[in-house]
Every structure is written in C-alpha cells, then in structure tokens.
C-alpha cells in the first residue's frame, strides 16, 4: 500500500510542476501553442507515421528543454541569484540550449512541411 501512495505522491509533484510551468512560463506557453498549430497541421495534411514521429519527438524535445531551462534558472536563482556572472552565463547558455533545439524543430518542420504545403499551392 506504502508503494502506491509513493507512485501517487510522485504523480501529484510532477502534475503540480507541470502546472507551474504552464501558468508562470510565457516561453513554455508558447512553445505549447506552436505545438498545437503544429499538430492540427499534422492531421491537416495527413503526414505519414515516420513524419508523425519526427514531428513528435521534436516537440517533445523543445518542451523537455525549456523545462530544463526553467529548473536551472531557479536553481542559479536560489544558488547565486544574480552576484557571480557565472549565474548570468548559465542562464543564457539554458537559453542558448532552448533556442538550438527551437530551431532544429523549425528546420525539422520545415523538411517535413514543406513539400505538403507547396502541394496544397500547386507550386
């Protein structure tokens, strides 16, 4: 019985955290936006199961990334908030990390998009 309230405790953690970052992260939110136009086009456009899995493990992966982004942020703020510039550096290579994964799923996208969208257009 001890294991299944400790499976539920865990359960109830990882909601709560997911619940932060969805009502305090501006970039999380977006991010989850442009996943959401992303996978409305995925069914718009009927893409195939191998395309279907790129795109979502790319999404994934931007979600995944921006989450650690926001731990690492709260952590260099707890640790060293805002007096060494290491903390400062942290930060902005977190972000670096963010915003490399951002564009590989653009350009992923784009591979996979692209040629649905100038079929659409009779290009």
């Known amino acids: 019985m001890d294991r299944i309230k400790q499976f ?4 109830t953690c990882a909601f ?3 619940g932060y970052i969805l009502k305090n992260e501006k970039n999380f939110q977006n991010e989850l936006a442009i996943s959401l136009i992303v996978i409305i086009s995925m069914i718009y456009f009927r893409v195939t199961r191998m395309e279907t899995v790129a795109l979502v493990i790319v999404i994934v992966g931007v979600l995944i990334m921006e989450l650690l982004n926001t731990v690492v942020e709260r952590v260099v703020d707890i ?3 805002r007096i ?3 903390a400062r550096l942290i930060k902005d290579l977190m972000a670096a990390v963010v915003l490399i994964s951002a564009i590989f799923a653009a350009i992923i996208g784009l591979i996979i998009f692209l040629p649905y969208i100038f079929a659409y257009w009779n290009f």
């Open 79 to 81: 640790l060293k908030p």
């Open 8 to 11: 539920s405790k865990s359960f």
């Open 16 to 18: 709560r955290g997911l």
């Open 84 to 86: 060494h510039p290491y």
